[in-house]
């Protein structure tokens, strides 16, 4: 593998500078242990709005769909849903659509993660949620995967 050069490979980020983000999972994958879903690498990145989406299957066999943190700091639960709320081609922003709303902005920290699972019974079925998120640079050089 080439060493990647910074501002010829991949661009140099400020600070501040937005990001966007979306990682799709089917709904049988989710269980009702949380799991890391998604991981903020190299700095920290202050998440500023979000949306869930269904796609024309949408999601079933939880009761509720639920998004934490392993922060060091503030909120552990970013965002909760009733699996009533996401059936076929569905859009919720995190701020407002959930049973648990998302208070933006909140930080994920270097190292930390945004776990995902179900309450009561785990995902069924082939339904795929996506999770967008817009993200600014807090430090470092942050990236989430």
């Known amino acids: 593998m080439a060493n990647l050069v910074a501002g010829v490979d991949y661009p140099i980020l400020s600070l501040g ?41 949408g999601l079933a066999g939880m009761t509720n769909l639920v998004f934490t943190t392993d922060n060091a700091s503030g909120l552990l639960t970013i965002f909760s849903s009733a699996i009533s709320g996401l059936g076929a081609n569905k859009t919720l922003a995190l701020q407002s659509g959930g049973t648990t709303a998302c208070v933006f902005p909140f930080v994920l920290e270097s190292g930390k993660h945004i776990k995902i699972n179900g309450t009561a019974n785990p995902g069924t079925g082939v339904g795929v949620l996506s999770l967008n998120l817009d993200y600014r640079i807090l430090s470092g050089a942050p990236y989430l995967l």
């Open 17 to 57: 500078t937005p990001q966007c983000f979306q990682k799709t999972i089917v709904c049988s994958t989710i269980t009702t242990g949380a799991v890391n879903w998604i991981t903020c690498i190299n700095g920290a990145a202050m998440i500023v709005a979000g949306s869930v989406e269904t796609d024309g299957t």
